[in-house]
């Protein structure tokens, strides 16, 4: 199986359990974006969104913005399916204003592990939207990095249990 870590918060949760098996569109992304890029960390030039037509409306893009040692993660692209279920669009928010301030820590943190190993982080949990009874919601993270090393974006891939299961490709 292709290699992801799980969020810390999610096997928190999970509280010793083993976590049940994702779901095979988080490791086709996986496998798709690792044949993109040849070896080296992908880039947005690898993503193109012919290829992900089954799930380009559960795509979100997050641009990494780094500043005198300060990390902050802005939505550049919000996909459709995403903002139905948010029921608002955050595209060119950073993370602490577009999400409720209980999950900044959880989301931010996950981004931060996607920097710090290079690898996809997946977490599952239930997202409270303003205004919005709780949606269950999967996601796993995965590295961007234009010039092939240093992580500029991040690729977020979402699931919803009400959302019929898609395949990458």
Do not use: C
Request: no cysteine.
């Amino acid at each position: 199986m292709a290699e992801f870590l799980y969020s810390d918060f999610y096997l928190q949760d999970l509280g010793g359990k083993e976590p049940p098996p994702v779901h095979s569109r988080f490791t086709e992304m996986i496998q798709y974006l690792a044949a993109a890029a040849e070896g080296r960390l992908p880039g947005r030039q690898h993503v193109d969104p012919v290829d992900l037509r089954q799930v380009i409306t559960l795509l979100n893009l997050v641009d990494v913005e780094r500043d005198d040692g300060a990390v902050h993660f802005r939505y550049r692209l919000i996909g459709e399916q995403q903002r139905q279920a948010a029921g608002r669009n955050i595209t060119g928010l950073v993370v602490e204003d577009a999400v409720v301030p209980q999950l900044v820590p959880r989301i931010t943190g996950n981004m931060m592990k996607v920097l710090a190993t290079r690898l996809p982080v997946y977490d599952s949990f239930p997202m409270p939207h303003p205004d919005r009874q709780f949606i269950d919601s999967e996601r796993m993270y995965y590295p961007l990095a234009s010039d092939g090393e240093t992580i500029d974006m991040i690729l977020i891939l979402n699931g919803y249990e009400t959302v019929e299961a898609m395949a990458v490709g």
